[in-house]
T-cell receptor
Framework: NAGVTQTPKFRVLKTGQSMTLLCAQD?????MYWYRQDPGMGLRLIHY???????AKGEVPDGYNVSRLKKQNFLLGLESAAPSQTSVYFC??????????FGDGTRLSIL | TQLLEQSPQFLSIQEGENLTVYCNSS?????LQWYRQEPGEGPVLLVT?????EVKKLKRLTFQFGDARKDSSLHITAAQPGDTGLYLC??????????FGTGTRLTIIP
């Protein structure tokens, strides 16, 4: 049982490049979340999904897009990366009213 | 936007000492969670509190939820080096999202 798996673990991009972060969970959870974590700011919600085929904006959605085509996967896309998007990105999932389970994060640097 | 302020932001104490960290909001929580995060890992849930005035204990950690459900505290007795980490509170305001606090980075010096 792998839980929540994020790929890649590290990535360096140049400004303007695009990329997709993958989150996969094997717990049949309905809810999935993407956060970014920056020093002194805790975790901020980017986008989330309450089920397959649905997505919604969180606190800081600008510059990001998401897709939930399959229940087990939640993809976070950066269309044109900017230095302000340098951060550690965390994915989480949960089942109904249960607590969120987090992946180990993706460290992304935009040069 | 609901905000959760945690204090202190950084805390460094000697092994064996006691400490308390705080989580405060101007809004009422439906429930509140405390997480601990180690370097290179995601947050791991420590406890969930739901009822105003509730106190929960987890070995040397004591969690308290304020009577008005706007604040919470985490008290650690006889801190150990293994308690070192980033402590995050996260509040639920009755929807499918969590709002995380700013975090307290705790260092226990052997």
């Amino acid at each position: 049982n792998a839980g929540v798996t994020q790929t890649p673990k590290f990535r360096v991009l140049k400004t303007g490049q695009s990329m997709t972060l993958l989150c996969a969970q094997d717990m049949n959870h309905e809810y999935m979340y993407w956060y970014r974590q920056d020093p002194g700011m805790g975790l901020r919600l980017i986008h989330y999904s309450v089920g397959e085929g649905t997505t919604a904006k969180g606190e800081v959605p600008d510059g990001y897009n998401v897709s939930r085509l399959k229940k087990q996967n939640f993809l976070l896309g950066l269309e044109s990366a900017a230095p302000s998007q340098t951060s550690v990105y965390f994915c989480a999932s949960r089942y109904l009213s249960q607590p969120q389970h987090f992946g180990d994060g993706t460290r992304l640097s935009i040069l | 936007t609901q905000l959760l302020e945690q204090s202190p932001q950084f805390l460094s104490i000697q092994e064996g000492e006691n400490l308390t960290v705080y989580c405060n909001s101007s809004s009422v929580f439906s429930s509140l969670q405390w997480y601990r995060q180690e370097p290179g890992e995601g947050p791991v849930l420590l406890v969930t509190v739901v009822t105003g005035g509730e106190v929960k204990k987890l070995k040397r950690l004591t969690f308290q939820f304020g009577d008005a459900r706007k604040d919470s505290s985490l008290h650690i007795t006889a801190a150990q080096p293994g308690d070192t980490g980033l402590y995050l509170c996260a509040g639920n305001f009755g929807n499918e999202k969590l709002t995380f606090g700013t975090g307290t980075r705790l260092t226990i010096i052997p």
